[in-house]
């Protein structure tokens, strides 16, 4: 088995085997070099992931879908951002919790999968306590899915559309439907939900949903597929609590 994860690359659902490690980009648009275009307090996420003191917000460059209305395409698509060593970018967790952060908030960072992990448990050593939050497309594999588990206080996917023609034509990746639906039943098993005393969420999953404009039955899809099959793993883990959670 090959070593580096990023030669050949697999670690998304397109597995385009490129060898990112010698320099080559991959879907996602990115070598091995982690690369990140901005680190912030953010006032704007979900309640629970948001928090009083803000959410510790890292947007990584690149992204494995190629959505055709992307909201942060200088990020996903033209490549903003600047390169950081795994030190660097433990030191931007650190920084970010001293800043008052309720979480590090790891926006589209499946291609870097590898590192973020390893600059979170360099951070851990050096101090760090704040959960970590994964915020992504929801395009994820399972096995990634299960790598963070241990990890994640919050999985905070989307959940675009169960309709592959749709989602082959806005992001390029009609296999989106089934992945995304894989990857969250896998998030909602390995993170069942967590309320504080005060009734709060503290762990879990989130989902967030894309109404594609004159699309409604694509919602009512969502909505139907969410409610059939994902309250069902919910309701069938939310009794157990993990001891997998770093304290």
């Given at each position: 088995?090959?070593?580096?994860?990023?030669?050949?690359?697999?670690?998304?659902?397109?597995?385009?085997?490129?060898?990112?490690?010698?320099?080559?980009?991959?879907?996602?648009?990115?070598?091995?070099?982690?690369?990140?275009?901005?680190?912030?307090?953010?006032?704007?996420?979900?309640?629970?992931?948001?928090?009083?003191?803000?959410?510790?917000?890292?947007?990584?460059?690149?992204?494995?879908?190629?959505?055709?209305?992307?909201?942060?395409?200088?990020?996903?698509?033209?490549?903003?951002?600047?390169?950081?060593?795994?030190?660097?970018?433990?030191?931007?967790?650190?920084?970010?919790?001293?800043?008052?952060?309720?979480?590090?908030?790891?926006?589209?960072?499946?291609?870097?999968?590898?590192?973020?992990?390893?600059?979170?448990?360099?951070?851990?050593?050096?101090?760090?306590?704040?959960?970590?939050?994964?915020?992504?497309?929801?395009?994820?594999?399972?096995?990634?899915?299960?790598?963070?588990?241990?990890?994640?206080?919050?999985?905070?996917?989307?959940?675009?559309?169960?309709?592959?023609?749709?989602?082959?034509?806005?992001?390029?990746?009609?296999?989106?439907?089934?992945?995304?639906?894989?990857?969250?039943?896998?998030?909602?098993?390995?993170?069942?939900?967590?309320?504080?005393?005060?009734?709060?969420p503290v762990r879990g999953v989130i989902v967030r949903h894309l109404v594609l404009p004159g699309r409604i039955d694509a919602t009512r899809q969502v909505l139907a597929w969410f409610?059939?099959?994902?309250?069902?793993?919910?309701?069938?883990?939310?009794?157990?609590?993990?001891?997998?959670?770093?304290?």
């Amino acid at each position: 088995m090959n070593p580096d994860p990023y030669a050949p690359c697999r670690l998304c659902p397109r597995a385009c085997a490129v060898d990112r490690a010698r320099g080559e980009s991959g879907v996602c648009g990115e070598t091995k070099a982690v690369r990140a275009a901005c680190a912030c307090l953010h006032f704007g996420e979900e309640p629970p992931v948001t928090g009083a003191g803000g959410s510790g917000t890292v947007f990584f460059t690149g992204c494995t879908l190629r959505c055709r209305a992307c909201q942060n395409c200088q990020i996903s698509r033209e490549g903003f951002g600047v390169e950081l060593s795994r030190e660097a970018l433990a030191g931007i967790f650190l920084s970010l919790q001293r800043e008052g952060a309720g979480n590090v908030n790891a926006v589209t960072g499946t291609h870097f999968l590898p590192d973020i992990l390893e600059a979170w448990t360099s951070a851990r050593a050096r101090g760090l306590v704040i959960p970590l939050v994964w915020n992504s497309s929801g395009y994820e594999t399972v096995e990634a899915v299960r790598t963070l588990a241990p990890r994640v206080a919050f999985f905070l996917p989307d959940l675009k559309t169960l309709d592959p023609d749709l989602a082959d034509y806005w992001f390029r990746a009609s296999d989106y439907p089934r992945v995304a639906s894989e990857a969250l039943l896998a998030m909602a098993e390995a993170r069942p939900l967590e309320r504080g005393p005060d009734g709060t969420p503290v762990r879990g999953v989130i989902v967030r949903h894309l109404v594609l404009p004159g699309r409604i039955d694509a919602t009512r899809q969502v909505l139907a597929w969410f409610a059939e099959r994902l309250a069902e793993v919910v309701a069938r883990y939310s009794s157990r609590v993990p001891t997998d959670f770093p304290a």
